[in-house]
């Protein structure tokens, strides 16, 4: 039988694609409650398929229980922008709230969720507790946690910015407000395309160029010299958006985003992939045409999402 050609499915990649990126950049763009409604709902996809491959390792998640505290999960990185509008809207009425923090929210939620879904399974009857309570809990923090910190670096443009530090006067009108929403929404833009032109140039250069495994083990197909043409191609990606929108970054930091992305991006495919391999499946789910699962097409964002965060947050924003 013959093997099916590395391009066969390169037509459906392209048409998914070509509908899908659009959409995410104008989301993104527009960020608020659209951009939250977009990962969340990716969110909870890539947390379905995540179940999916548990059970086939014979684990029995808690599926509702994990997917309803995913969504809460997200919403505490919405959190901000809510309190602001619950805020103002009760103050209008001359209403003073006292409401807590984000941090505090987001603690609520798993300790609640870890909480519940012991009191479940001592009272479930199929597979192991253990197991099972396992796949329930991991799911939600590799998923919806780490996409959550997707959200919180997009809102922390226009509610966590340190308008100080790149406004000379200290203060921010309508003018630099925009600005501000302007470069969250290209830095995350940016840290799409980083991935997808990481992957693409990986895929491509590892195909003409490839000679070394890079983990047999875990994904036969990738090499060395395509994981080099993928981390080159990212950091190149950061350092053209620099200068094109990003001009509140510093050379140094937009090479080590575009490090971060081109090293960490490949080991959270490798992660995926060991978890799909471990599954024994070839995708995560056929959602996608060409492109296997919501899982499949985001996990290195799932990996990256809070090692960005974190790394724009208390350094590019904290000094």
Known sequence: MSTPSPFSTLPQRVAVAAVAIPAIVWITLQGGYWFFALVAVISFLALHEFYGLTEAKGAKPQRRIGLAFGLLLNLAFVYERLQVETYTAFASMGIALSMFSMHQFILFVLLIFALVVGLVELFRTEGSAIVNAGATVAGVMLIPLFFGALIGMRELFPYGFPVPQFFPVGMAGDAELAQIDTW????????????????????????????????????????????????????????????????????????????????????????????????????????????????????????????????????????
Do not use: N
């Open 184 to 319: 969250g929404g290209w830095t995350v833009v940016t840290l799409f395309a980083s991935i997808w032109i990481c992957d693409t140039a990986a895929y491509f250069g590892g195909l003409t160029f490839g000679r070394h495994r890079l983990f047999e083990r875990v994904s036969p197909k990738k090499s060395w010299e395509g994981a080099v043409f993928g981390f080159i191609a990212a950091v190149v990606t950061w350092i053209v958006a620099r200068g094109l929108v990003l001009d509140y970054l510093t050379m140094t930091h937009a090479v080590v985003l575009g490090t971060l992305v081109g090293v960490f991006g490949q080991i959270g495919d490798l992660v995926e992939s060991r978890f799909k391999r471990d599954a024994g499946v070839k995708d995560s789910s056929s959602l996608l045409p060409g492109h296997g699962g919501i899982y499949d097409r985001f996990d290195s964002l799932v990996f990256l999402a809070p090692i960005i965060y974190l790394y724009v947050d208390f350094v590019v924003l904290s000094t």
